[in-house]
């Protein structure tokens, strides 16, 4: 309406004033009637509201006024019956509290008797496997003791054993040895005999001229070579000396290289004395084949150790048998007897052989004896 209002103050002839003072009256108008609308309907919508709102409150206190009524008998009766269910359980259980006290003490006498016969059981199950590993413990020390002392017998005689298998060895060997020796040394001493003989004739030769040179030199020195003699002695004087000295020295040297060999050796010996005391003391009781058993046994043993290990190893030595010792025959050298045939032996000795020789020298001079 108030676009067609406008449409036809537009198409009108009036000039700009009237319709715009027309507009601004049409606008005002319509603006009044419509606050009055709006007051009239905002009384309108209060009044109903007012309204509304008694008929609401009126049926909410109605509703609230009966559910709470429902509600205050349910809860008199819920509390009503809460009480006497209270009255009940309190009945019900000082009835039960009586059973309940003797089935309890029935249950803690029956736990305390199950409980008393598994300490029982348990105490006679911990002195069964005490006894068991006691048992047990004392069968393996006795396997123990038995294993060490077999050990103890088997070392025993495996030296037994070894020491008889290297007595036959060693018999076995000096018998092979004593052929094969008597062999190669009856044939090298053939060869050796047929060798000397040239020799021996070569050298009584070369030592007859040797001779005869030397009493050559000796006659001539000490007829024509006597101003040098004594020029000589002083040499020989100082030759002498100066041998002296430097034995002197060597003597020095060898006494002092002796004191240190001579205080190690002592050493040795007072180890080795201290050693064989102990020894001797320790196997004087025992025969002559288990002493050399327990002499191989002991053998590799320090000297602080002796008495333990010799302890150790006498039960086995002394329940065995000692080696009997083989009759050894002596090593004998075959004598080979020289054949020289039909010629005339010759003195062998340097007193004989030197007697012979002046014999011919004197001979070959033109002197008589």
């Given amino acids: ?11 009108s002839d009036m000039n700009e004033e009237v319709r715009t003072s027309i507009v601004e009256a049409w606008e005002s108008r319509l603006a009044e009637a419509r606050e009055e609308l709006t007051a009239e309907l905002r009384e309108e919508f209060a009044q ?12 909410v206190d109605g509703f609230i006024k009966q559910r709470v009524e429902a509600e205050m008998l349910e809860l008199a009766e819920d509390k009503q019956a809460v009480v006497q269910e209270r ?42 496997l005490d006894d068991f590993v006691v048992e047990q413990l004392s069968s ?44 190669v040394v009856n044939k090298i001493v053939k060869e050796n005999v047929a060798t000397f003989r ?3 004739t070569a050298a009584r030769e070369n030592d007859f001229g040797r001779r005869i040179f030397e009493s050559f030199a000796n006659e001539y020195r000490s007829s024509y070579l006597n101003e ?17 000295l430097a034995e002197s020295k060597t003597e020095v040297e060898a006494k002092a290289e002796a004191t240190a060999i001579t205080e190690s050796k002592l050493r040795v010996a007072e180890d080795k004395y ?29 000297t602080e150790n002796l008495e333990k290990q010799f302890n150790k190893y006498l039960p086995s030595v002394l329940d065995g048998e000692s080696t009997p010792k083989e009759d050894r ?38 002197l008589s004896n």
Avoid: C, W
């Avoid at 004998?332 to 003195?347: D, F």
């Avoid at 030197?354 to 070959?364: N, P």
């Fill in 87 to 128: 009255v009940a359980y309190k009945k019900a259980v000082s009835e039960h509290s009586v059973k309940l006290e003797k089935f309890v003490a029935e249950q803690l006498a029956k736990e305390v008797k199950e409980l008393r016969a598994d300490r029982t059981n348990v105490q006679s199950h911990v002195t069964k």
């Fill in 1 to 11: 309406m108030a676009v067609n209002f406008k449409d036809l103050i537009e198409s």
């Fill in 329 to 366: 025959k002596p090593l004998t050298e075959s004598v080979r007897q020289e054949h020289t045939g039909n010629k005339s032996v010759q003195p062998s000795t340097e007193d004989e052989q030197g007697v012979v020789e002046i014999d011919e020298i004197r001979k070959l001079a033109g």
């Fill in 140 to 183: 393996e020390l006795k396997e123990f003791h038995a294993d060490k002392q077999a050990l103890v017998e088997q070392k025993v005689k495996m030296v037994r054993e070894g020491k008889k298998q290297l007595a036959e060895s060693k018999a076995d060997f000096i018998k092979r040895a004593a052929d094969k020796v008597e062999t």
């Fill in 274 to 302: 201290a050693r064989k005391e102990q020894l001797d003391s320790l196997l004087k009781p025992l025969a002559k084949g288990k002493k050399e058993i327990m002499v191989d046994l002991l053998e590799s043993v320090k």
């Fill in 228 to 244: 040098s003699s004594e020029v000589k002695d002083l040499q020989k004087e100082i030759a002498e000396v100066t041998k002296q």
């Fill in 48 to 59: 109903r509201y007012e309204h509304d709102k008694g008929l609401i409150v009126e049926a």
């Fill in 198 to 200: 040239d020799d021996i």
